[in-house]
């Protein structure tokens, strides 16, 4: 057993070396990072009611199919983690290839000039916003909280902010997980990476288990980081398996992990409804497991050696997707202002919705542009792997 673990870890260090040195780029992935952003519009753009539909006259077939995908699309924050432990597992494993050892400090820097100068601009938006619009309020200490990267905990106990900033517990644990991750990989080998990863698995299952049994709510299971780690462990485990490739999958077998993926999370959201109070032990032990595995899923079907989609508008939609999420809440808001309330129909509340969806893109594309790019450009003097250009 030491020997095929020897020959099967020197192996994976080869194929590790001998992709160092490429761009790593998957445009593919960048479409999947708009769908991501897109199922979390939906989740609060869609009422999860049918009977919002029905009272707007809408067949209850299609009324029972929007409240689902609403419910559902909730899980798009679970397919964000999961892009995001494989991405940055997979180019940590490709720079101590290149290296020999984990650049701590340039790693800390990429990040910090990504996520932080969006992330706190908001803040103060946010903040600007609660002064001078009724109905927004930011406390002190819950702007604290979401300063310190620490939102989520502040929702898992206080509960949700009546902010625009409340997607942003997300943003707190993906950064929960850049601070201890690279570390422990500057530490660990390859068999001792796999065990680390199952133990997360195991970590996540234990803290709902326990969350269920002590009548949590479904916020207190949903925002708190232990019990969100399954996406995380899953995409660390992609990268690791895969060796720095893309699967080699035909195409009836890429429909068939789409529509795994799609049947989960739909599972999860309408038939476990994890989403939902009052939970019970096995919702919420099978339901988040089931989003994790339909995310890890939609990754594979998505993953790809080449895939000429550059140019691709939804590309673009995708190299933009962190500004849409951050944005999207305030698109929501400001569209309400600007679609007339003169009736109640289904047409006037979609309209509401593409109207939203537009402000979302424009103030996304201003801000990557704007405000985002210059510390783009200034993060590619601490890259040591090329990926994605501008991301």
């Known amino acids: 057993m030491a020997t095929i673990t020897s020959n099967w870890t020197q192996a994976v260090a080869e194929e590790r070396t001998r992709s160092a040195t490429k761009r790593f780029y998957h445009p593919e992935l960048d479409i999947l990072r708009f769908f991501a952003f897109f199922m979390v519009f939906l989740h609060h753009a869609l009422p999860h009611d049918p009977a919002f539909y029905t009272a707007m006259n809408v067949p209850i077939v299609m009324a029972r199919l929007f409240a689902a995908i609403g419910a559902s699309g909730a899980f798009g924050v679970n397919l964000f983690f999961v892009l995001s432990a494989y991405l940055i597992t997979e180019l940590l494993l490709r720079e101590r290839a290149l290296l020999g050892d984990v650049d701590l400090r340039a790693f800390y820097m990429r990040r910090i000039l990504r996520i932080w100068p969006l992330y706190f601009a908001f803040l103060a938006v946010a903040a600007a916003l609660a002064i001078f619009m009724p109905g927004q309020q930011l ?103 895969l060796r720095g490739r893309a699967p080699q999958l035909s195409t009836l077998a890429r429909v068939a992990l789409v529509a795994f993926g799609v049947v989960a999370l739909a599972a999860a959201g309408s038939y476990w409804q994890i989403k939902g109070d009052p939970l019970t032990v096995s919702r919420i032990m099978l339901g988040y497991p089931a989003v994790a595995l ?58 509401r919705n593409a109207v939203a969806l537009s402000i979302t893109i424009a103030l996304s594309a201003a801000s990557y542009r704007w405000l985002e790019t210059p510390f783009l450009n200034l993060k590619q003097r601490f890259t040591h792997v090329l990926s994605r250009p501008g991301g």
């Open 294 to 351: 339909g995310s890890i899923a939609l990754l594979l079907a998505f993953l790809c050696e080449s895939a000429p989609l550059r140019k691709s508008a939804f590309v673009y939609l995708g190299r933009i997707s962190y500004g849409l999420y951050v944005f999207h809440i305030l698109g929501l808001m400001s569209s309400d202002y600007i679609v007339p309330h003169y009736d109640s129909s289904f047409a006037r509340y979609m309209l």
């Open 139 to 241: 406390p002190w200490n819950t702007a604290l909280a979401f300063t310190a990267l620490s939102g989520n905990w502040w929702i898992v106990f206080k509960g949700f902010p009546s902010s625009v900033i409340f997607p942003l517990w997300s943003v707190s644990i993906e950064e929960q997980f850049y601070i201890f991750w690279p570390a422990a990989m500057r530490r660990l080998r390859q068999p001792f990476l796999l065990a680390f990863a199952v133990l997360l698995l195991g970590i996540a299952s234990l803290t709902r288990l326990y969350l269920g049994t002590h009548g949590a709510t479904e916020t207190q299971v949903w925002c708190n980081t232990f019990a969100q780690l399954d996406p995380i462990a899953l995409g660390i485990l992609a990268a690791i398996f």
